[in-house]
């Protein structure tokens, strides 16, 4: 039993300190750090690339790695992202994080090679030492786990509670703009809490590598699991975060000594632990007291006050822009330049054979899936992370009752679908009242706690390539089969277009604007939402079964909750709202890594999950996403063009260049810039305050 303690301890220090450096980021910048796995990864890389791979002494790697790369790559990402979104929504902030945790694995992989890493050496000497206490052994690694523990809770608390450095970070905290005012350069204060985030981010990739190895998986699962403890303690406390980690590694390790050894069901319950964790304090606090809020950090009044500076150029360029929209007729330059794409797009089928053929087919059936995201988040302005488990079990419901059952397989589709729709609407009922960043950690803990119990069952995963699933007879072939996935995507974006257009279209766009707002009007702001994740659960487990469809089966690693997060990353490059995006997001997904793989050096295969990250991380800068930017861009100067040649122009006109600047009453100071940007009617994200 005390070996189990020992190394639950060693677990929990890990979990600690990773909790630590995300509950004093959330503290400090306001944003919840979902690239911490990410920044663990490239450390871990790094310190093993020098020292097992270039045999760098190993006190010189660690000092290097912990000293000079961890930090590094904090400030670096600081300065490079995370300075952007102080000021931004909740949304653009979690997925911003989320592009930085897509694109830094690609660019250590490129940096230092993609040898695959289960077991890494930590920092102890070799041979490592061990000793035996009570009959216990207990080595050289976890004394030194534990001794960095204590060290970044000792010498943290020290820091921010009695030194002039902790006094400036808890001003930054309370204030930004005071704390300029006060003589301190908030941008210095951000660098340093910045670095020390690389350095416990870098110092927990390194002390966990003996245990879980250094693969991507393995480190933002180690995040996650760390999420337990941030949760616990509502985001700020940080002695309670440190507490409940060391508890959930006690309590994941204690556990096994009476569990089964070698079994499924201990795996299981084992790797399920931090989650229940999650999901027992979110309950507790939500019973205790009704709901958790919105734990915001970001200053005060006087802070929302400077944010939302400009907000009457933002609201007259949404005002602007919805003049473009009502003039626009359906044989305008500008309707025609945006169907353009989607005219492409259903000629790829035919320009294509082969290969290129099946990629287009399957990009059109991830498509589907994606049109669940454009719902729940572009629609919604909720930021779920397990549109991909919905489309898994959409999948693995339709592969049973279609090879086992006998049942046609679009009949067998629609029975997954319809199966995920009252789950999404549960999960959206239970979580929509807890605020963006908890429905964002309750659906990545539901899609990893599905990952875990459902979709590593060897009911549903017996082997390679899962469980069989037929296609429908009229779509046998790869051609066939494209045209049949556009149908169904076009299908549910005509019903997606006619959605917003009616009055309960009216009532959601009215509820991402302002739920305050929407509430003063009567809308029944939690029915309405969930009843969109019930439709947006439909979209995925329908997307789901139609890729198991073009797979031929339901191989459970498709469906993987880390695979959705690059999913997600993709569309938000190209545009969360737009329909035509998902189509290209879709497209992108599939051909881009085929592109590099079969015309570029093996060297380059990295460089796709790079640049989607990079697109997702662009929303710091530009929130309507990269690419649905520029488009607006092109058919604006073609737009522009048309119009000057046409016509003189009028000065009264909204279509003339330059429009007018309409006189609107200024924006609430309760409503930050960043917000009102989002909030313009194609490239809203997030749900402006």
């Known amino acids: 039993m005390l070996s189990y303690i020992f190394i639950g301890l060693a677990l929990g220090s890990i979990y600690a300190m990773a909790a630590a450096s995300l509950v004093v980021t959330y503290e400090s910048a306001g944003i919840l750090n979902f690239a911490f ?134 001003a930054m905290v309370n204030s930004e703009a005071l704390t300029s005012l006060s003589g301190t350069n908030p941008n210095r204060v951000a660098l340093g809490v910045w670095a020390v985030s690389g350095l416990l981010a870098g110092s927990t990739g390194i002390l966990a590598g003996p245990t879980i190895g250094v693969t991507v998986d393995s480190m933002t699962l180690l995040m996650a699991s760390a999420f337990a403890a941030v949760v616990a303690a509502r985001l700020r406390h940080l002695g309670i975060a440190v507490g409940v980690a060391l508890l959930m590694g006690l309590v994941t390790d204690v556990s096994q000594y009476w569990l089964p050894a070698n079994s499924t069901t201990t795996t299981n319950i084992v790797q399920s632990i931090p989650f229940v964790f999650i999901l027992v304090f979110l309950l507790f606090y939500l019973v205790r007291g009704g709901t958790l809020g919105q734990e915001t950090a970001g200053g005060g009044a006087l802070d929302s006050a400077i944010r939302a500076e400009g907000g009457e150029r933002m609201a007259a360029s949404a005002a602007r822009l919805g003049a473009l929209a009502r003039s626009v007729r359906w044989y305008s330059p500008r309707s025609v330049s945006g169907v353009l794409p989607l005219v492409v797009i259903v000629l790829l089928p035919a320009m294509f054979s082969g290969y290129w053929l099946g990629l287009v087919a399957r990009g059109l059936a991830l498509a589907i899936v994606l049109l669940s995201f454009s719902l729940v988040t572009g629609d919604g302005g909720m930021l779920w992370l397990c549109q991909i488990t919905f489309a898994g079990g959409g999948a693995l419901i339709a592969a049973e009752l279609s090879s086992k059952q006998g049942v046609n397989p679009l009949v067998a589709a629609l029975i997954g679908a319809l199966a995920m729709a009252p789950i999404g609407v549960l999960i959206g009922a239970l979580t929509i009242r807890l605020g963006e960043l908890y429905v964002a950690l309750v659906t990545l803990s539901f899609g990893l706690l599905v990952d875990t119990v459902v979709f590593s069952s060897s009911q549903f995963n ?21 045209y049949f996935a556009l149908a169904v995507f076009l ?37 309405i939402k969930s009843v969109l994740s019930g439709a ?7 997307g789901g ?20 997060l690059v999913w997600l990353a993709v569309l938000v490059t190209v545009g969360v709202r737009s329909l035509t995006a998902a189509l290209i997001a879709g497209l992108s997904f599939m051909l881009l890594p085929a592109v590099f793989s079969t015309y570029l050096p093996t060297s380059w295969l990295q460089v796709p999950s790079l640049l989607f990250g990079l697109g997702a ?17 092109f058919q604006n100067l073609i737009f522009g063009r048309f119009t000057r040649g ?21 924006a609430p100071a309760s409503v930050p810039m960043a917000s009102a940007l989002t909030a313009t009617p194609d490239v809203s994200l997030g749900t402006p305050r």
């Open 545 to 564: 079964a139609i890729l198991a469809m073009y797979d031929l089966n339901t191989d459970t690693l498709t469906y993987g909750t880390f695979g959705g």
């Open 617 to 633: 991380i662009g929303l710091a800068v530009h929130p309507e996403g990269v690419v649905a930017m520029y488009a607006r861009y």
């Open 37 to 170: 796995g990410s920044m663990a990864f490239f450390v871990a890389k790094f310190f093993y690339w020098s020292n097992a791979t270039h045999g760098w002494n190993l006190a010189v790697a660690g000092v290097v790695s912990l000293l000079v790369v961890a930090p590094l790559v904090g400030v670096v990402l600081y300065l490079a992202v995370f300075r952007f979104l102080r000021t931004r929504t909740t949304l653009i902030k979690i997925v911003a994080s989320i592009g930085v945790s897509v694109a830094l694995p690609a660019l250590a992989i490129i940096l230092f090679g993609n040898a695959t890493i289960t077991q890494a050496a930590g920092l102890a000497p070799r041979p490592v030492k061990f000793w035996q206490v009570f009959g216990a052994t207990v080595d050289m690694n976890q004394l030194i786990i534990y001794g960095f523990l204590v060290v970044v809770v000792g010498a943290g608390t020290a820091v921010l509670r009695f030194t002039d450095i902790g006094l400036k970070v808890r």
């Open 646 to 666: 046409a016509a003189p122009r009028d000065p009264a006109d909204p279509l003339a260049e330059p429009p007018p600047e309409p006189e609107l009453p200024p």
């Open 536 to 542: 947006a659960a439909f979209v995925a487990g329908l």
């Open 462 to 482: 017996p082997g390679l390539g899962g469980v069989d699933m037929a296609r429908p007879v009229f779509a046998g072939d790869d051609r066939s089969f494209a």
């Open 491 to 527: 299908i549910i974006g005509v019903v997606i277009v006619n959605l917003r257009r009616s009055t309960t279209g009216l009532a959601i766009s009215a509820i991402r604007w302002s739920e305050p707002a929407a509430k003063t009007l009567g809308l029944k702001i939690v029915r």
